[in-house]
């Protein structure tokens, strides 16, 4: 479980940072620290199964690898699908714009609460 617990550990520290982020209006790095936080949890439950994470960022494939992706709520596979995106377009200034503008505030605030929700849920499945 030691894996487990780093990755899970990594997670939380994910999710602290994005606060911070979330209180300066750092909304594009925002985003992209939840689906890291989100990411680092589902691979916490792989490694809690006696599997090795693997070095992919697809959170559906995460969640699929973990055993988790046939029980999350509706609600949370949504997330995934809002999440997953964030990791990569974050790094190329053309979806800048684009990303900033569907990270509004009110729908960072929102995401916030979700990403926090789900961690402790898949912390909650080890």
């Not at 709520?73 to 964030?86: G, I, M, R, S, Y």
């Amino acid at each position: 479980m030691d894996k487990a617990n780093y990755w899970l550990d990594l997670a939380k520290e994910d999710l602290d940072a994005a606060h911070v982020l979330l209180n300066s209006r750092k909304l594009l790095h925002f985003g992209f620290l939840c689906h890291l936080a989100v990411e680092k949890a589902l691979k916490a439950k792989i490694e809690s199964v006696g599997a090795i994470a693997p070095k992919i960022h697809n959170l559906n494939k995460l969640a699929e690898l973990g055993g988790l992706l046939d029980i999350l709520a509706e609600e949370q596979t949504d997330l995934l699908d809002v999440l997953n995106p964030l990791q990569i377009e974050v790094r190329y200034p053309a979806y800048k714009q684009q990303i900033e503008r569907i990270l509004s505030p009110d729908q960072c605030r929102l995401l916030m609460r979700q990403t926090e929700e789900l961690v402790t849920w898949i912390e909650q499945q080890l």
